[in-house]
């Protein structure tokens, strides 16, 4: 399977999945819609990471990345504004505002999945890329890339690499470090609609804007990270401890302190940290090694939009192997 057939297989069914949580009626068939909707959707990450490999040097990595994740980002600037909107549609058509979130994004989900079916390209010299580059474009684009990059003939799947990453123990503290980083990230992520209601700057539906300043550091962040890197003033181990020390005060300060103004900066700049956490490590050789380890550690979820209270109603808006991560 090419990765546009892949790509465009996961958004389009994920588009559905998300289309039919508005048809939810209980917790037991939301937290089934949930499972299908992170299983839909497992692939994609990895699959992004393979894909550009194939069209980028492992020392060019880092700024594909980097605006992914801005981009990814964005999505709590663009989904809180969204639910804020949709919020006054409330009991149109019979329908609660949350189910209307969920529809409605579902079917922008399934509509764009087309758009990725009819423009993204495979690599260099697959035949999609012959309509918009020269054979000699092409010719140049794969001579270029690393040594084990992805190739157009290379088989999409090598055993041999990813014994290699099995049995190298990086591969291990990586995937642990990831995993300890998430469960907090996560946590946080999930969570941040809840917390920003109950401090009480705004209720529902205004609530929702409280979720922005979060996303807005994180994508600003993201930016000055690519920027600190590419001019080297520290290594990458020592970039990512301070990171990580960042993230430590501000997840320290919302188990401590009850103050909202308190908890509500640290919301932001915990969300900031963690968004960044991620930014250094993408200087690295295989793709098939970054993609297994993102696959193990991604105990992925979907970015929150919606508030949850007691009641009927659920309320919307809401690596490769370290080769050259010293560099």
């Known amino acids: 399977m090419t990765p546009r057939n892949w790509q465009f297989r996961i958004v389009f069914s994920w588009g559905i999945v998300l289309a039919c949580h508005a048809a939810v009626k209980n917790k037991e068939g939301l937290y089934t819609a949930r499972f299908f909707l992170g299983m839909m959707e497992a692939g994609m990450f990895p699959g992004i990471a393979a894909q550009l490999c194939s069209w980028y040097r492992s020392d060019e990595m880092g700024k594909p990345i980097m605006w992914m994740f801005g981009f990814q980002n964005c999505s709590g600037i663009v989904g809180s504004l969204f639910a804020y909107a949709i919020s006054y549609m409330d009991g149109l058509g019979g329908m609660s505002a949350w189910q209307w979130v969920y529809l409605l994004e579902g079917i ?28 000699r474009e092409q010719e140049y684009l794969e001579a270029r890339l690393s040594e084990n990059a992805p190739k157009t003939e290379d088989p ?12 190298d123990p990086r591969t291990y503290a990586f995937m642990l470090a990831q995993i300890l980083t998430n469960l907090g990230g996560y946590g946080l992520s999930w969570q941040l609609p809840t ?10 539906p205004r609530n929702q ?22 001019r080297a003033y520290v290594t990458r181990p020592a970039f990512i401890m ?14 401590a302190t009850r103050d909202k103004y308190a ?3 640290a919301c932001v700049l915990g969300t900031m940290f963690y968004s960044v956490y991620f930014i250094p490590f993408w200087a690295c050789k295989s793709p098939t090694i970054i993609s297994l380890i993102r696959a193990l550690i991604s105990p992925k979820g979907v970015r929150q939009h919606f ?8 309320h919307s808006p809401s690596s490769p192997v370290l080769d050259r991560w010293a560099e």
Request: charged letters at 10%; a positive charge.
């Open 108 to 135: 922008l989900t399934i509509l764009f999945s087309f758009i990725v079916y009819f423009v993204l390209p495979d690599y260099p010299k697959s035949p999609r890329s012959n309509k918009w580059l020269t054979p």
């Open 156 to 167: 999409a799947f090598s055993r041999t690499e990813v014994l290699a990453s099995l049995r």
């Open 195 to 204: 917390v920003t209601t109950s401090l009480g700057f705004a209720d529902l």
């Open 209 to 230: 804007l409280l979720n922005i300043p979060p996303a807005a550091a994180s994508v600003l962040a993201i930016i000055f990270a690519g920027w600190f890197m590419r």
């Open 242 to 255: 301070v990171i990580c020390a960042g993230a430590l005060v501000f997840f320290i300060t919302l188990a």
């Open 263 to 265: 908890v509500y900066v």
């Open 307 to 314: 508030q949850v209270q007691p009641g009927p109603h659920l």
